[in-house]
């Protein structure tokens, strides 16, 4: 294996394993309600697609910080480095509070799409709560991109391997009502997760603000933390496009989730546990895009073209090998995994047709999560967002409602729909990135 290949893998092996717990979260509440009825898992299921869009907006305007961070540190320039941190920081955290007051105040939308009445009930106090837990963790994405554009990713990682338990045990407490607590069920699940996300984020912010590690970034610490026009700009030229890109995405999954839902609750339910085990899969690409966008980053801030060109064929060609191993790996257990979530026939028949789809656009989903994150590493954002509003947006929604309720396929049609739009936008980034990673104009971005 060559030391590139080498480095790609240590990069991206604790982003992995980081970002599959925060998903790991959203699984354990899903089982654990799921094993009480499937009306809750539908509930979490509706709160999910709901939340979807700003979490990812959130997620998407924090994934500015890292390669400027990375670029940055790759000029060698450290108090720069924390600096673009603060001001990423600071953006995050006001989006965040947006996201948790709309969401408290817009908490009757459960209502209103159209849901099964029992669904609804179940899950209004819950949204409110999960819109209040994007606030810490979308925080602590953002001190977590800083320290991955550093490369120091095992930071983030060991803190979020912690909440797993964490989060299980304070789930057990509020949901199962035990150790004298009240039995709040599908509501506990989101207290367990709140408490989860607010440890996690004051961890990680003591860990940069105290420990060694992190001294040679905090030297001119009152010159970094100031915030500079110019900086917020920056950011917020990667990371409005980001934002939208992944919106874009994850509105697609979470439109696709309410027109399930408009099948009835079994149905939701069955798409709740594909497209839970799919995120859990899809984590292992995001960690592969964040470090090909971090090692991108960095090659272009040492003006090393040719290395960030080679950086990103590795990362695509690991991409596509991982997706081919998932989609095997759901062909050949999907009538098994369904009984981690729920017991009763209909939920278990119907989620194991879905995860064969599930299992198809796993390499698709590889492919395209990979290409915008080399390409974020470059800089170039607003032309890839162009491309992944036509592919899910003007093709791949549309065409999935079509064969879902003209050609009576239902949820299947839905999801064929979402492989469409995934292959098309992973078909046109990937020639996009080899195209401008040979043109030396992307040096210009650096400055």
Known sequence: MSTLNRRIIAVSIPIILGNMTQIMLGIIDSAMVGSIDSVLLAGSALVNNILSIPYIMGIGLSYAISPLVATANGNDEKERSFHIAANGFLLCAIFAIVVGVGIHWGADIVFHLDQDIAVANVSRDYLIIMGWSTVPMLMFLALKQFTDGLEFTRTGMYLALASIPLNAILNYLFIFGKLGLPRYELFGAGIGTLITRILIFFALLWIILKTDKYAPYREKLQDSIKIKTRTLQRLLKIGIPSSLQYAMESGAFAVSGIMIGWLGAVQLAAHQIAISIA??????????????????????????????????????????????????LFVITNEYIPYFFNDEPQVIAYAAVLLIFAGIFQISDAIQAISVGLLRGLHDVKIPTLYISIAYWIIGIPFGYYLAFHAGMEARGIWIGLVTGLSIAAVTMTYRFFRISRDGAVLAKVD
């Not at 960690?287 to 040719?306: Q, T």
């Open 279 to 328: 995120a859990l899969t899809f984590m292992v690409s995001i960690g592969l895009s964040a470090a090909g966008s971090i090692l991108v980053g960095n090659y272009l801030g040492r003006r090393d073209l040719e290395t960030a060109r080679t950086v990103g064929k590795n990362t695509l060609i690991m991409g596509l090998v991982y997706g081919i191993a998932c989609a095997i």
